[in-house]
């Protein structure tokens, strides 16, 4: 399963800005699919996710700015971003689990693609 984003790029703060991400391949069933993000020097942390039946999860410093939403038919998730300020700055990464039976699914990752905020 490969999994390509779109979208990144340069934002001023307060704007917004949408990221992509489609998922294509060996694809059995996508389940649970969600946005990442890594600022220079910390860890990966998860910003949201979206399940199959369309149950959301937010991190807390995005709730209320960010959606996340996805079209299952097409396996594409996206993240609708606004009032983006210089601390949403990261690569953001689309991740996805591809279920191929009752016991087994794995999880996958895009490339990851940097949004920049300016101040």
């Known amino acids: 399963v490969q999994l390509v984003e779109s979208g990144g790029g340069l934002v001023r703060a307060r704007g917004p800005l949408k990221l992509s991400c489609a998922a294509s391949?060996?694809?059995?069933?996508?389940?649970?699919m969600g946005w990442y993000r890594q600022a220079p020097g910390k860890q990966r942390e998860l910003v949201a996710q979206i399940t199959s039946g369309g149950s959301t999860n937010y991190a807390d410093p995005v709730q209320g700015r960010f959606t996340i939403y996805r079209d299952n038919g097409k396996n594409t998730v996206d993240l609708q971003m606004i009032s983006l300020n210089p601390v949403d700055a990261a690569v953001y990464y689309c991740?996805?689990?591809?279920?191929?039976?009752?016991?087994?699914?794995?999880?996958?990752w895009g490339q990851g693609t940097q949004v920049t905020v300016s101040s």
């Open positions: 391949g060996s694809i059995f069933r996508i389940n649970d």
């Open positions: 991740s996805a689990f591809n279920r191929v039976n009752r016991n087994y699914e794995f999880e996958y």
